[in-house]
């Protein structure tokens, strides 16, 4: 009677507790790492699409700039802030520094980086002979 019992043990399938346990934790430190990294990805995704709807009036400076090697005057239409609402970006503001450096700056939705308070990003323009 002890051998079939004991043969009866050996016959039964599945996971123990501790097995079950040990797939569960290993599962959750995958999430753990999986979910901020998706957030990141997220993130990132957007501002690119807001770069790309930001380019429009990068290009527009420095076509005027391949044109006539110089930047516009300081009373030029092109030195404004312009509000553009979609892909993320609330506006787009062109400034002129001075004869050879301007700025770009990009703000886009606050939702976007809530951690910074009217979040922006710029390009730096500089003109070189």
């Known amino acids: 009677m002890n051998v079939r019992i004991l043969k009866n043990l050996k016959q039964e399938k599945g996971f123990s507790v501790i097995e ?6 290993i599962i959750t430190i995958i999430v ?8 990141n990805y997220q993130i990132r995704a957007k501002l690119s699409n807001a770069d790309t709807a930001a380019r429009i009036y990068v290009n527009e400076i420095a076509h005027y700039t ?14 404004r802030c312009e509000v ?11 400034e002129r520094i001075d004869i050879q450096n301007a700025v770009i700056k ?3 939705e606050p939702t976007l980086i809530p951690e910074i308070t009217d979040p922006y990003y710029q390009y730096d323009l500089t003109l070189t002979e």
């Open 20 to 25: 079950l346990m040990v797939v569960i934790a």
């Open 32 to 39: 753990a790492i999986a979910i901020p990294l998706y957030s």
């Open 66 to 79: 391949y044109e006539t090697a110089e930047f516009p005057a300081e009373d030029s239409k092109l030195w």
């Open 84 to 94: 553009i609402n979609r892909d993320y970006v609330n506006q787009v503001c062109k």
């Open 106 to 108: 990009v703000y886009v």
